[in-house]
């Protein structure tokens, strides 16, 4: 396996109006390396996740996936994202399908899967997920959790070859929160190179191999989780950590 | 609805436990309008039954039936087409696309839609064909000759009115249906589309497989209830002649001067036939609400 970083972010940049999310951003990451990515709401955190698998198109700077460049041509586009899955905030699951068949579509629609062998890839991601029992449910019978879990199970049935997480926990029930990184921590287990905005400290203790700290659209700090936690070296780095790990 | 009225009239006058205050309650809560019309429309049936001039005026206006139906129906499915695109093209990126599809939609809501019939059957639908024409003889001039003698061989006088007062009624319902089609694309979260495209989806492939099976799902209503728009709006035809029931009425009462005879029945069919179209996409839409 080559060793060239697996994504590549130079010099990013993305506005929205006069706002500047991002603002000169760089970043690699090399393959089966897990980065949790924090910072202050509003710092960029989600629009850098975001414009690496072109969601949002930068405004200016690159992304190379696999040491490809991302073009704005749509066709490129709709295949890197297909080797990129993606869990967001909300689940956005697709309540007119039920479970088996969200995990099922894309594999049939972009994957060109048969039927059988894409439920046989979807049954078998439920299972990784620990819900094979609700392939038959919609999203709207789930627990928060549970659809969580299905949408990294969607995700996971592409066969990806990163994932991004964007605070994959954070609309969750407390009680909800375990099933749902025990599930992202055995992927960890599993080498996939993950990108994970998340402030669950605990997640990122056990199974990061870096830290970003971000803030107003730049990477303020990037070091190893012991580090970032016992000294870091930025002051709005100690503030801000100061103020989530308070409690 | 009607029986469900009168069996809960007998169960509130079988159970002496409920005060007076709860019965009238109840009276007051039943669906009286609609009782009413359909007494109005049994009386009507009775009176055309029993009634010779009013007989012979419902045989006269059967004829248009059939025509006023299939005249709706196959606007209507223009109209889904026309509006589905339109409504797809004004959020469309493309800024032609995006600016010609709103020019549509606010033309057509400009003009009362009468005029716009006329316009589009005795105006529109010629200057098409004469452009067609042209284009005929451009095509002759580069030596496409079969396509050029087919275009050419159109003829404005062979368009039947029918077909004029289905497109001119398929273009007005399209403006309205394509508003109807942006409201319930725009409806649907913006994180489905995302979740689509993360996955690798194109836009066609995630709206037709994700945003349009929902959009459509909540706008169902609103279309049957312009279906129901579409039949009576379709009485606009009899002034292309059209032999839609309106118009046969028309010729009935003007040759017979039974103006009230044509008119009492032309009235209660358009009545009864909404009513019943009304009452399908209220069950349509409690079916739909309990599948939730």
Same mark, same amino acid.
């Given at each position: 396996?080559?060793?060239?970083?697996?994504?590549?972010?130079?010099? @990013?940049? +993305?506005?929205?109006? +006069?706002?500047?999310?991002?603002?000169?951003?760089?970043?690699?990451?090399?393959?089966?390396?897990?980065?949790?990515?924090?910072?202050?709401?509003?710092?960029? +955190?989600?629009?850098?996740?975001?414009?690496?698998?072109? @969601?949002?198109?930068?405004?200016?700077?690159?992304?190379?996936?696999?040491?490809?460049?991302?073009?704005?041509?749509?066709?490129?586009?709709?295949?890197?994202?297909?080797?990129?899955?993606?869990?967001?905030?909300?689940?956005?699951?697709?309540?007119?399908?039920?479970?088996?068949?969200?995990?099922?579509?894309?594999?049939?629609?972009?994957?060109?899967?048969?039927?059988?062998?894409?439920?046989?890839?979807?049954?078998?991601?439920?299972?990784?997920?620990?819900?094979?029992?609700?392939?038959?449910?919609?999203?709207?019978?789930?627990?928060?959790?549970?659809?969580?879990?299905?949408?990294?199970?969607?995700?996971?049935?592409?066969?990806?070859?990163?994932? @991004?997480?964007?605070?994959?926990?954070?609309?969750?029930?407390?009680?909800?929160?375990?099933?749902?990184?025990?599930?992202?921590?055995?992927?960890?287990?599993?080498?996939?190179?993950? @990108?994970?905005?998340?402030?669950?400290?605990?997640?990122?203790?056990?199974?990061?191999?870096?830290?970003?700290?971000?803030?107003?659209?730049?990477?303020?700090?990037? %070091?190893?989780?012991?580090?970032?936690? %016992?000294?870091?070296?930025?002051?709005?780095?100690?503030?801000?950590?100061?103020?989530?790990?308070?409690? | 609805?009607?029986?469900?009225?009168?069996?809960?009239?007998?169960?509130?006058?079988?159970?002496?436990?409920?005060?007076?205050?709860?019965?009238?309650?109840?009276?007051?809560?039943?669906?009286?309008?609609?009782?009413?019309?359909?007494?109005?429309?049994?009386?009507? #049936?009775?009176?055309?039954?029993?009634?010779?001039?009013?007989?012979?005026?419902?045989?006269?206006?059967?004829?248009?039936?059939?025509?006023?139906?299939?005249?709706?129906?196959?606007?209507?499915?223009?109209?889904?087409?026309?509006? !589905?695109?339109?409504?797809?093209?004004?959020?469309?990126?493309?800024?032609?696309?995006?600016?010609?599809?709103?020019?549509?939609?606010?033309?057509?809501? #400009?003009?009362?839609?009468?005029?716009?019939?006329?316009?589009?059957?005795?105006?529109? !639908?010629? !200057?098409?064909?004469?452009?067609?024409?042209?284009?005929?003889?451009?095509?002759?001039?580069?030596?496409?000759?079969?396509?050029?003698?087919?275009?050419?061989?159109?003829?404005?006088?062979?368009?039947?009115?029918?077909?004029?007062?289905?497109?001119?009624?398929?273009?007005?319902? #399209?403006?309205?249906?394509?508003?109807?089609?942006?409201?319930?694309?725009?409806?649907? #979260?913006?994180?489905?589309?995302?979740?689509?495209?993360?996955?690798?989806?194109?836009?066609?492939?995630?709206?037709?497989?994700?945003?349009?099976?929902?959009?459509?799902?909540?706008?169902?209503?609103?279309?049957?209830?312009?279906?129901?728009?579409?039949?009576?709006?379709?009485?606009?035809?009899?002034?292309?002649?059209?032999?839609?029931?309106?118009?046969?009425?028309?010729?009935?009462?003007?040759?017979?001067?039974?103006?009230?005879?044509?008119?009492?029945?032309?009235?209660?069919?358009?009545?009864?036939?909404?009513?019943?179209?009304?009452?399908?996409?209220?069950?349509?839409?409690?079916?739909?609400?309990?599948?939730?």
């Amino acid at each position: 396996m080559n060793n060239e970083p697996i994504i590549v972010v130079k010099d @990013l940049s +993305k506005r929205f109006g +006069k706002v500047e999310a991002l603002n000169g951003v760089s970043l690699e990451v090399e393959r089966g390396k897990v980065i949790v990515v924090i910072g202050p709401s509003g710092s960029g +955190k989600s629009t850098l996740l975001r414009c690496i698998n072109h @969601l949002e198109a930068p405004s200016g700077g690159q992304v190379w996936i696999e040491g490809e460049l991302l073009t704005s041509n749509q066709r490129q586009i709709n295949a890197v994202r297909a080797e990129i899955g993606m869990v967001f905030q909300l689940f956005n699951l697709f309540p007119h399908l039920t479970v088996l068949e969200n995990v099922c579509l894309a594999q049939r629609v972009v994957r060109k899967r048969p039927r059988d062998e894409a439920e046989r890839v979807g049954m078998a991601q439920l299972k990784r997920v620990g819900i094979p029992e609700k392939a038959a449910a919609y999203p709207g019978q789930l627990s928060g959790g549970q659809q969580q879990r299905v949408a990294i199970a969607r995700a996971l049935a592409m066969d990806p070859k990163i994932m @991004l997480f964007d605070e994959p926990t954070s609309a969750l029930d407390p009680e909800m929160i375990k099933e749902v990184l025990d599930v992202m921590l055995a992927l960890v287990k599993d080498g996939m190179t993950m @990108l994970v905005v998340s402030h669950e400290m605990g997640f990122a203790r056990a199974a990061a191999d870096e830290m970003i700290f971000m803030d107003e659209g730049k990477i303020v700090e990037r %070091t190893t989780p012991d580090l970032l936690f %016992t000294k870091p070296r930025e002051e709005r780095t100690k503030l801000f950590l100061s103020q989530i790990l308070q409690h | 609805m009607a029986e469900q009225a009168s069996k809960s009239l007998t169960e509130t006058s079988q159970s002496p436990p409920l005060d007076r205050l709860s019965v009238g309650r109840r009276l007051v809560d039943l669906p009286w309008w609609f009782v009413g019309i359909v007494i109005v429309i049994v009386w009507a #049936g009775v009176t055309i039954a029993t009634r010779p001039n009013f007989n012979e005026a419902f045989r006269w206006i059967k004829a248009g039936i059939l025509v006023t139906l299939a005249t709706s129906l196959v606007a209507y499915v223009l109209a889904i087409g026309l509006g !589905l695109l339109t409504g797809l093209g004004r959020m469309s990126r493309n800024v032609f696309v995006r600016n010609f599809a709103r020019m549509y939609v606010e033309i057509v809501r #400009g003009i009362p839609m009468l005029v716009l019939i006329f316009f589009i059957a005795l105006v529109g !639908l010629p !200057l098409v064909i004469d452009m067609l024409h042209s284009l005929g003889e451009w095509f002759a001039s580069i030596g496409l000759t079969v396509l050029a003698n087919f275009l050419s061989g159109l003829e404005n006088a062979a368009v039947p009115m029918v077909a004029r007062a289905v497109i001119a009624l398929a273009v007005t319902y #399209g403006a309205f249906l394509a508003e109807v089609f942006r409201a319930g694309i725009q409806s649907i #979260g913006r994180g489905q589309m995302e979740a689509a495209r993360s996955l690798g989806m194109g836009y066609g492939q995630a709206m037709r497989h994700i945003i349009l099976p929902q959009a459509i799902r909540n706008i169902l209503p609103a279309l049957g209830n312009d279906f129901v728009s579409m039949v009576k709006d379709s009485s606009l035809v009899s002034l292309l002649a059209v032999r839609d029931m309106t118009q046969i009425s028309r010729l009935y009462a003007g040759s017979t001067f039974r103006y009230k005879e044509a008119f009492i029945t032309l009235s209660v069919l358009y009545l009864t036939m909404t009513v019943i179209l009304s009452l399908g996409v209220q069950a349509f839409e409690r079916r739909l609400r309990k599948h939730e």
